[in-house]
T-cell receptor, first 112, second 113 residues
Framework: AQTVTQSQPEMSVQEAETVTLSCTYD???????LFWYKQPPSRQMILVIR??????QNATENRFSVNFQKAAKSFSLKISDSQLGDAAMYFC?????????FGAGTRLTVKP | EAGVAQSPRYKIIEKRQSVAFWCNPI?????LYWYQQILGQGPKLLIQ????????DSQLPKDRFSAERLKGVDSTLKIQPAKLEDSAVYLC???????????FGSGTRLTVV
């Protein structure tokens, strides 16, 4: 079974600084997708960024980028120029076919 | 594009009572998911529908949980009878294709007292 591990229950960053959230996963498959979701207090899960495992190039979405290390099964999220609105729970997720598994999440606090 | 709609937003019930949650996915999304998110944890899949058929319900506690998706659109998740450990946020999500991420609703926060 695929498992997703987020080893940082909580992280804190100063506004305008950069923070990296860690995620590792376990799989024997070579074709899959990885995601980072943001969950603010409103509870709605919002897709932040997506990475296809067959692509070597790291995905980027404005201030959000990933460091995808397929051999190491690592998928970290970097948030640049952190903003107060980035404060939320962040979940890493692995998807193969219709099976999506989530990590336990990292709570990000942004200090003004 | 309208999002995934869920209701109610909050529900408080006593243990052994029954409760039902409703979900309306994004139009055209054939796949619908129900997740349970216990406080401090990531979402856990309860059941997955493809149109009106069940694809995966291996983690659904079938002695008390049931779900249906009539006509392949709206879905209802029911708990009967509820237990204290069922207190959680119940998230509904839908997706168009396997390469896509899911679109989630705002969830229903259930408190069982």
């Amino acid at each position: 079974a695929q498992t997703v591990t987020q080893s940082q229950p909580e992280m804190s960053v100063q506004e305008a600084e950069t923070v990296t959230l860690s995620c590792t996963y376990d799989t024997s498959e070579s074709d899959y997708y990885l995601f980072w979701y943001k969950q603010p207090p409103s509870r709605q899960m919002i897709l932040v960024i997506r990475q296809e495992a067959y692509k070597q190039q790291n995905a980027t979405e404005n201030r959000f980028s990933v460091n995808f290390q397929k051999a190491a099964k690592s998928f970290s999220l970097k948030i640049s120029d952190s903003q107060l609105g980035d404060a939320a729970m962040y979940f890493c997720a692995y998807r193969r076919g219709n099976d999506m598994r989530f990590g336990a999440g990292t709570r990000l606090t942004v200090k003004p | 594009e309208a999002g995934v709609a869920q209701s109610p937003r909050y529900k408080i019930i006593e243990k052994r009572q029954s409760v039902a949650f409703w979900c309306n996915p994004i139009s055209g999304h054939a796949t619908l998911y129900w997740y349970q998110q216990i406080l401090g944890q990531g979402p856990k899949l309860l059941i997955q529908f493809q149109n009106n058929g069940v694809v995966d319900d291996s983690q659904l506690p079938k002695d008390r949980f049931s779900a249906e998706r009539l006509k392949g659109v709206d879905s209802t998740l029911k708990i009967q009878p509820a237990k204290l450990e069922d207190s959680a946020v119940y998230l509904c999500a839908s997706s168009l294709a396997q390469v896509d991420g899911y679109t989630f609703g705002s969830g229903t926060r259930l408190t069982v007292v």
